[in-house]
């Protein structure tokens, strides 16, 4: 049985730190794509960062320069540092996984079958 768990979450200041980790079970993690994705207040899922089966990186404009994605093959792991984090940032913080080698949408969470069940982020200003 699949699962996706994510963990990491939890509350900071504007201009603060935070990491989230991922871990998956079921297969292992090294060609597959694997992605960040988040939901804010009142908004839609939305992508924050992926990497791809060959291991190209995306991100999202909005978080660009401030997250960085990374897997660990060995730990079936994929992780997410967050800097200078701001108040829009809060949200609900997804991790996802397309078990499936091909060519996909990376940012796109419609192209992702397992998802994890989320840990939240808080921001205050």
């Known amino acids: 049985q699949v699962q996706v768990m994510e963990s990491g979450g939890g509350s900071v200041q504007a201009g603060g730190s935070l990491s989230l980790s991922c871990g998956v079970s079921g297969y292992t993690l090294s060609s597959f794509c694997m992605g960040w994705f988040r939901q804010r207040p009142g908004k839609e899922r939305e992508a924050v960062a992926a990497i791809d089966g060959r291991g190209t990186i995306y991100y999202a404009p909005s978080v660009k320069g401030r997250f960085t994605i990374s897997k660990d093959n060995a730990e079936g792991t994929l992780l997410l540092r967050m800097n200078n984090l701001n108040p829009d940032d809060t949200g609900t913080y997804y991790c996802?996984?397309?078990?499936?080698?091909?060519?996909?949408?990376?940012?796109?969470?419609?192209?992702?079958?397992?998802w994890g069940q989320g840990t939240q982020v808080t921001v205050s200003s």
């Open positions: 996802a996984t397309e078990p499936v080698i091909r060519t996909l949408q990376a940012l796109d969470p419609g192209e992702y079958r397992d």
